[in-house]
């Protein structure tokens, strides 16, 4: 069936992740790849464009590359002009989160600033609208894909699921390509039948990282065949960016053209001071990204009860009693870097900021206060509205007036009031509230 102007599908996810995990070629050349198998799908009749960046400047002009593929001259003027003047508050809410895709008016709102802002500055190219994928890991490495449309785009949730997955997949496989740039040595080499051909001392020793890894190559192989391109839902729950939380599998090319599967660890030889050990700080940053338990445990190859277990250790250990809690942890306005030496090595250790807040639940309704705390958990106003059985419209007014009440103008600072350690007895929405 053709694909009509506008609409977005997912028929490429297994393509756009296979070219992700290749590793050969500089990362414009990787990134010129991924655009081109993604194009089919996303482009609208105006081109794919997809930058990458570092999380604490999410934007193109500090993107170290940019591509774009059937993209017109007046458009990139206008996109260049729009993250000069216009996409601050964008990136402000995208940095906040794990992984965001959809239609920009299905993810921002028709009337919230953002769109308004695009709509205006893109009004003399007749651009209405557009499709994004922004993903980020838990080390900052970004990546957005986009295509503008000159009418609504509004895919649906199996469709948003895909690219949110395919997404978290081109973080993670961008982060490795860098590690890798730095660190050479890999750890396995396994045929795509799962065999093993070659192992490191750390694999070859350990029969668990063995079965581990050979699984694992089998069930992408599987992801692989023509019946599960077609059914990309199932494929994507076999391939897995992160192997167990602690292996990447990438494509390996011999010299005579035979296919391998080479395996890296994800090594962190440091302890966190705080105890967290290596998995746990990887699961307190994701949290902090406003992922749920079942995009962390598939962006780390890990079980969902396992994430949820270790979620609660987490909190134990810091000492907090609630997951939004956790949300703060990680938000610049609220930490302070700490650098410390651990055997001859620099690690950076995060501690949160105690200092005074304000009541907010003296200051909002009981409507506003589950708002907030929904806000906190990293729900977008449409699944508030959802939840609330409201229209996002009104979820939309709610927050103008929570943020002229508290006096801010963003969510991230409406997320760290709420998970203020002042405020853990008061923001929860009382009945005797109006």
Not at 320 to 325: E, N, T, Y
Not at 383 to 397: C, D, L
Request: proline share 5%.
């Amino acid at each position: 069936m053709a694909k009509s102007r506008g609409d977005i599908r997912a028929l490429s996810a297994i393509d756009v992740v296979e070219s992700a995990y290749r590793l050969d070629g500089a990362e414009t050349e990787w990134l010129d790849r991924v655009v081109a198998c993604a194009r089919p799908d996303l482009d609208t009749g105006l081109g794919v464009y997809a930058f990458t960046s570092a999380g604490d400047a999410p934007n193109i002009q500090s993107s170290p590359v940019f591509v774009q593929h059937g993209l017109d001259g007046g458009f990139a003027q206008l996109l260049a002009d729009l993250d000069s003047r216009g996409a601050g508050p964008a990136y402000d809410r995208l940095r906040a989160r794990l992984i965001s895709c959809g239609g920009l008016e299905q993810f921002f709102g028709a009337r919230s600033d953002v769109v308004v802002t695009y709509r205006s500055l893109m009004k003399p190219q007749s651009i209405d609208d557009g499709f994004f994928v922004f993903a980020q890991d838990d080390e900052g490495t970004v990546v957005n894909l986009a295509a503008p449309s000159r009418r609504t785009v509004t895919p649906p949730p199996r469709v948003r699921g895909i690219w949110a997955k395919v997404g978290l997949h081109l973080a993670a496989a961008l982060r490795l390509r860098r590690k890798l740039a730095h660190d050479t040595v890999r750890d396995a080499l396994l045929d795509p039948s799962g065999t093993m051909h070659d192992a490191g001392v750390s694999v070859k020793d350990d029969p668990t990282a063995r079965d581990v890894l050979s699984r694992a190559v089998r069930a992408m192989e599987q992801a692989r065949s023509t019946k599960m391109r077609a059914e990309p839902e199932h494929a994507l729950q076999l391939w897995r960016g992160l192997v167990a939380g602690e292996w990447s599998l990438v494509e390996h090319w011999e010299s005579d053209g035979r296919r391998y599967l080479a395996a890296y660890r994800n090594r962190s030889e440091l302890r966190d001071p705080r105890a967290l050990n290596p998995t746990e700080r990887s699961l307190l940053k994701y949290v902090a990204l406003g992922a749920t338990n079942k995009q962390i445990a598939y962006a780390l190859g890990l079980p969902t009860g396992t994430v949820s277990s270790s979620i609660m250790q987490i909190l134990r250990k810091l000492r907090l009693s609630r997951r939004v809690d956790l949300a703060s942890l990680l938000d610049p306005a609220r930490m302070d870097r700490l650098d410390i030496r651990v055997a001859g090595r620099e690690l950076g250790v995060l501690t949160m900021d105690t200092g005074p807040r304000g009541r907010i639940a003296e200051a909002l309704s009981t409507a506003e206060l589950d708002v907030a705390t929904h806000v906190a958990r990293g729900w977008t106003n449409a699944r508030i509205a959802e939840e609330r059985q409201v229209s996002p419209h009104t979820v939309a007014n709610q927050l103008r007036r929570i943020f002229a009440k508290l006096e801010i103008k963003s969510r991230a600072q409406l997320a760290r009031l709420v998970a203020s350690p002042e405020e853990k007895s008061d923001v929860v929405p009382r009945s005797s509230r109006e």
